[in-house]
């Protein structure tokens, strides 16, 4: 991965725009700056501090996830801490089909990394647990599928008794799982 970094943040937009013009086969990503750095606690559905833990994540794992990749960034966001991509890669939900986790367990890890539980998801930070279903709306998740880079998705874990029976992307619109994982890593920001 290539770091681009400028003065100001705006002008790392602008070069991320022209740099995705002019090479077309790589990935350029804008890596954010917390305007509110000081304040104490993350909410799990922070776009900037999500996108900033998805680009610290990507870095760690194999250089970036493989491939051209350039990532633009002003010097204030270089500055600023992020958590430590290994930390939070073992504070992760790892969750499969055919594992055994007891579904109370998955509720309490999302309540202590700061979801909010609600009736129905539809926003990242959020899950929804009824008998034995629960949908979660993460901000940073990898799925297995391929090009996976870990964006704000809502999926539905199903259990029969304590064993992972199912887990599936979510049609915000619908409300209908489709499209199945073998296995997610959910991480909490907050």
């Known amino acids: 991965p290539i770091l681009y970094i400028t003065a100001h943040l705006d002008d790392a937009d602008n070069a991320a725009d022209d740099l995705q013009g002019f090479a077309a086969e790589s990935r350029v990503s804008v890596f954010p700056v917390r305007e509110d750095a000081t304040a104490g606690e993350v909410a799990a559905g922070d776009e900037i ?29 270089i500055v600023q801490p992020v958590s430590d991509p290994q930390q939070l890669a073992r504070r992760g939900l790892a969750l499969a089909a055919g594992k055994t986790i007891d579904p109370s367990q998955v509720v309490e890890w999302l309540t202590d990394g700061g979801f909010e ?51 599936r992307r979510i049609d915000l619109d619908t409300q209908r799982s489709h499209e199945p994982l073998e296995r997610v890593c959910v991480y909490a920001i907050g």
């Open 49 to 77: 501090a999500a996108e900033r833990v998805r680009i610290a994540l990507q870095l760690s794992q194999a250089g970036g996830g493989g491939g051209d990749w350039i990532v633009c960034t002003g010097i204030q966001a």
């Open 117 to 167: 539980r609600v009736d129905q998801v539809d926003v990242p930070g959020q899950f929804a647990a009824r008998g034995g279903i629960v949908d979660i709306y993460a901000a940073v998740i990898q799925a297995d599928k391929p090009g996976s880079r870990g964006g704000p998705q809502p999926i539905r874990v199903e259990f029969f008794g304590d064993t992972v029976e199912s887990i």
